[in-house]
């Protein structure tokens, strides 16, 4: 008895997401707005406080602080919120990590964050970069896209050369936000109000808003998983500040900057090319990826970790050593050995395994539909009306809600992907000479009102049956090709070519929190202009301290190039006497990647094994196994330790919370170093 109470006290106060609530029981509640004066204050704090420090973690170590970002403001928030007396309502928890997401996300491999102006300083770096050089295209890339020469590199983003990329970028992301918001809507209408679909992923993103809401009227309550956060935070501050601020800061001070651990990687493939040539070999050292692991499912992990073990060094040696990798040759670090079994096997490879995963998740989605129209039959009898498919539904106003007009949204998404089509147009046949083969206007408004709309329909309403998205892949690259289209200019062109599927699931969370969508569209008025200065002010500012990439920045200077490289392959590809593409695409290893791919999704599914491991096998095919090797200790640790410590199912509540504590911990250490370099840039070395 005596050993009950306490564990009932832990377990009372043992979640972060610690209250009790029902989103069923709350959808009778009024819709409520949900962009206050709190959500200003915190995308301030986000765009001035935080924008800085996730720029030079992207530049430096290619660590993606969004999602950390997020909990640091929303805790913060309601840390306050809690000390100082006061409710913060679950809609205003909901619009703020909506708006700081939008303002802290970073772009993938490229780790660009910041804004627009992060683009205009990577696409100048490509345009004048030597891959684009050798491959003879840099002369050829239009203006819009980047300027070329001495010129791009003088002046600021004001200058009369940048007046072009900033005119067609400002349009490209207003035109895009525009259609966004208007067909992601109308798909909502579709799946939600005339449908009915039940999205089953979208009550699990609403029960953070809700239960921190709830959590931020309880003054009083010490939860365990706040001294989690803290943990996570004191070990990558630690961590960070050997990792990151250590570089950052001799590099402001002395000239050049001192890493105590490589960045990204220790590279040992050189080293060990006499056993091992053409595998990838290197120890990555950053402890994120260990918190990485913790989070990831473990299927997953496991899959990653054998999938790049086989691939990227049994594979690639036995391809070597029977001479399938022509490109590679002694003496390739691991990133030029990339590239190079790349070209020769893993393109090739990785188009045939995109368009398994495709053919799977159409057979998914079929499947999926099937299932669910069978269950609604069987609930509701043989009449399929019963059921409430109503097509008036549709252009059924709910204002409680915050809906606008849904003719209106018809009408703006008209005419913005008619714009979309006249300024695409424009970019990439406005200057042709006679004689020019002219880029298909056709293609172009399939593109905008047929191929977007259609799939972003089908996307929205995977995800509202059964919580998945499928993409057909190589469209864009597929078109040009069959357009016959030889110029460059169409690989650096926004096309109207989107998927905002992903939009009808926010909308429906906003319903869930009983939130107004009027707060949506409140939000983006203000994160677009705001985004859009604090981008120029801090890449203007660290734009001036040095050029990128450099020896201050470690991470893209060793990936900028690969990138580059890899874009001009798919640029050149249309021009003559270029065969480096064509050369690279494999038909024999594409067919048999798919059908491999194919065969390991219906076996897995036979024998019931998840298809978590092959997803995690072919998202790690290509990449590097230093990554996969550390993310797959990281989960043996938190399985076979922590979890054993502490009970699985509190280890699996812990390890979100303490991997988001060390992401902000090392970020907020990088942000003061960040700091002391600026000010230290700003007073000059004389000083």
């Known amino acids: 008895m005596s050993k009950s109470k306490p564990s009932k006290k832990v377990k009372k106060n043992d979640a972060f997401y610690d209250a009790n609530f029902s989103i069923e029981a709350m959808q009778d509640e009024p819709c ?104 003879g295209i840099a002369h050829e890339v239009p203006n819009w896209f980047a300027p070329f020469g001495d010129a791009a590199f003088q002046g600021g983003f004001l200058s009369r050369v940048w007046w072009p990329v900033l005119t067609v970028t400002i349009l490209t992301m207003l035109l895009n936000k525009l259609t966004q918001l208007s067909l992601g809507f109308l798909a909502y209408k579709v799946t939600v109000d005339v449908e009915k679909l039940p999205f089953p992923l979208a009550p699990i993103q609403a029960e953070g808003a809700i239960a921190l809401a709830e959590s931020s009227q309880d003054k009083d309550k010490k939860s365990f998983r706040q001294y989690c956060f803290s943990i996570g935070a004191m070990i990558g501050a630690v961590f960070g500040f050997f990792y990151a601020a250590v570089p950052i800061l001799t590099g402001a001070f002395f000239g050049q900057p001192l890493h105590l651990i490589p960045i990204p990687f220790l590279d040992l493939t050189v080293a060990m090319e006499h056993i091992l040539p053409g595998a990838l070999i290197g120890i990555t050292l950053n402890m994120g990826l260990l918190f990485t692991g913790f989070v990831l499912p473990w299927r997953i992990a496991v899959g990653m970790f054998f999938s790049t073990i086989f691939f990227k060094i049994i594979l690639n040696t036995t391809l070597q050593r029977n001479g399938l990798l022509p490109n590679w040759a002694p003496g390739k670090d691991a990133i030029q050995t990339q590239v190079a079994d790349t070209l020769d096997f893993y393109l090739s490879f990785g188009i045939g395994t995109s368009f398994a995963i495709f053919a799977v998740g159409v057979v998914g989605m079929i499947a999926a539909v099937v299932k669910y129209k069978r269950k609604k039959t069987e609930q509701q009898g043989d009449d399929i009306h019963e059921g409430g498919i109503d097509l008036s539904k549709f252009w059924e ?21 008619l714009c979309f089509v ?36 089908i996307n929205a309403r995977m995800s509202g049956i059964a919580g998945q998205n499928v993409g057909v892949p190589f469209i864009f690259e597929s078109a040009i090709f069959a357009s016959g289209y030889r110029r460059v200019n169409i690989w650096f062109a926004p096309l109207p070519l989107n998927n905002y599927g992903h939009i009808a699931d926010m909308f429906r969370v906003c319903e869930l929190t009983r939130t107004k969508f009027t707060s949506i569209f409140k939000a983006e008025l203000f994160i677009f202009p705001l985004l859009l200065v604090a981008s120029f002010v801090f890449w203007s500012y660290i734009t001036g301290l040095g050029p990128i ?31 480096l593409l064509l050369d690279a695409l494999k038909p024999g290893v594409i067919i048999g990647a798919f059908t491999v791919g194919c065969i390991a999704f219906a076996g897995f599914s036979a024998l019931g094994i998840s298809a978590q491991y092959i997803y995690g096998a072919l998202a790690a095919a290509n990449g590097y196994p230093h990554n996969a090797v550390m993310i797959f200790f990281g989960a043996c640790l938190g399985r076979y330790v922590f979890a054993k410590k502490f009970g699985r199912e509190r280890w699996q509540n812990f390890a979100p919370i303490l991997a988001v504590g060390f992401g902000a911990g090392m970020g907020l250490v990088g942000m003061l170093a960040i700091a002391i370099n600026f000010l230290w840039a700003s007073i000059g070395v004389n000083y």
């Open 397 to 417: 106003r709910n204002v409680d809600r915050g809906d606008p007009p849904t003719g209106l949204m018809v009408g703006i998404w008209m005419f913005s992907a």
């Open 422 to 457: 006249l300024l695409s147009n424009h970019l990439i046949n406005g200057d042709l000479v006679e004689g020019e083969r002219a880029f298909p206007m056709g293609w172009l408004f399939a593109f905008a009102f047929l191929w977007t709309p259609i799939n972003t329909y």
């Open 549 to 579: 990439p450099s020896d201050n920045f470690p991470y893209v200077q060793k990936f900028w190039p690969m990138h580059a490289q890899m874009r001009a392959l798919w640029a050149s590809a249309m021009q003559e006497g270029q065969s």
């Open 32 to 135: 409520l707005n949900g962009f206050t004066w709190r959500t200003v204050i915190g995308a301030l704090f986000i765009a001035f406080v935080m924008l800085p420090g996730i720029i030079f973690m992207g530049l430096m170590i290619g660590e993606d602080m969004g999602t950390a970002a997020d909990w640091v403001v929303i805790i913060l928030f309601v840390e306050i919120a809690r000390r100082s007396f006061m409710t913060l309502k679950k809609q205003e928890l909901y619009i703020l990590k909506y708006t700081v997401s939008s303002l802290s996300s970073i772009s993938g491999s490229v780790a660009l964050g910041g804004g627009i102006f992060a683009w205009m300083v990577f696409n100048r770096y490509l345009r004048n970069s030597p891959e684009f050089a050798n491959f």
